[in-house]
Each structure stands twice: as structure tokens, then as C-alpha cells.
């Protein structure tokens, strides 16, 4: 637990150290400035892996994904039964509120994926509960066809989202992946255009 918390909250911290005042005052020397620049410029260069795709309001925002999986994992470990799905995806719906409201990428599609799947997670975890013969409609010893149906009809649905889901993520990975790509072919045309 020391480690979950401790990770995400000591980077934050570490990070807005090394970073200082990204915000320039209304009256600044420029001694100052260079200062201030010189702290962004060491902190993009330290912490770049931890902030690089998010926007500047919310460079942070890999200490909340860092907290949310470390909940979660401390949710499957330490929480038994059917209470550790309510947890589980009580603690999702959460998290999914504050993606929403932050959107913190840089890009909307990258919002739209992280909301989509902190989504796809939380219906999960909710038709899970479908499951448990002690909360959910079916029962695997039955013989009736309404839970035989049900169990095989719930099981695709799942099965079918969650692939669904991992299509969705590759569609946009190698989108980026031929962005990327466009992008350092059209800066080469640039540069043997110049010469």
C-alpha cells in the first residue's frame, strides 16, 4: 500500500519540485525566467515518461491512473466476495467521473479510449454480479433454458464487448502509428525541399 501510494504521490511531488512555477509572474527578471524555464525544461526531461501526453493542466494525471490501479489491486486482494465487484466497480464509476470531467489528454481520442474502457470495465464488473448465484439471475446447476440461454447470451455479450474494445484500441494505435509516420516522412520532404 506504502509502495501504490507512495509511487504516484512522490513523483507528483518530486516532479512540481524540479518543475517550480510553470506560470510566468506579471513581473519577472531575466534571471527568473530562466529559472522557471530551466526547471520545465529539467522537468520535461526527467519526468517526460510520467507527463508527455497530457495536457498542461493535468501533467499529473499519471499519479490518478497509478492511484486508481493500486485501488483496485488492493480491492481484489484484500476485499472477498461479491462486496469486492461493488467495490470494484464503484471505485470505476469514480474514476470515470473524474476522466470525464478532466479529460486530461492532450488529444480527444485518447480521452474518448480511457473513457470508453474505464466504461466497458465498470459494465463488467456489473454484469459480473449476474453470475453469483447469491445476488445474480443464474444459477450453473439449473437446467431451465432461461438460464442456460441467459448464461451463454450474458457470456457473448461480454466476450463480444470486451473484443470490441481491443479492436477499438488497435484501430487507434496504428492510426497514430501512420500519423506518426505521415509526419516524419512530410518533415524529411521538408528538409530535402530546403537543401
Request: aromatic share 16%.
Amino acid at each position: 500500500l506504502v509502495y501504490g501510494a507512495g509511487v504516484p504521490l512522490s513523483a507528483v511531488g518530486i516532479c512540481r519540485a524540479v518543475r517550480g512555477n510553470q506560470d510566468a509572474p506579471k513581473k519577472e527578471t531575466p534571471e527568473e525566467k530562466e529559472r522557471r524555464l530551466e526547471g520545465l525544461k529539467n522537468s520535461k526531461m526527467m519526468f517526460g515518461f510520467l507527463t508527455a501526453g497530457y495536457s498542461k493542466d493535468t501533467w499529473y494525471w499519471e499519479a490518478v491512473v497509478m492511484m486508481r490501479k493500486c485501488i483496485m489491486v488492493v480491492i481484489s486482494v484484500y476485499v472477498r466476495g461479491t462486496f469486492s465487484t461493488y467495490a470494484g466497480m464503484w471505485t470505476m464509476s469514480v474514476f470515470y467521473l473524474l476522466q470525464s470531467k478532466y479529460q486530461p489528454y492532450n488529444h480527444a481520442n485518447l480521452n474518448k479510449l480511457e473513457s470508453i474502457s474505464i466504461l466497458v470495465i465498470t459494465l463488467t464488473l456489473n454484469l459480473s454480479l449476474l453470475y453469483n448465484p447469491d445476488t445474480g439471475n443464474f444459477d450453473n446447476n439449473s437446467t431451465s433454458t432461461f438460464d442456460v440461454v441467459g448464461f451463454w447470451v450474458l457470456t457473448a455479450f461480454l466476450c463480444i464487448m470486451n473484443i470490441a474494445l481491443v479492436f477499438y484500441f488497435l484501430y487507434w494505435i496504428v492510426w497514430y502509428f501512420l500519423d506518426f509516420v505521415a509526419n516524419i516522412m512530410q518533415g524529411k520532404l521538408e528538409i530535402i525541399n530546403k537543401a
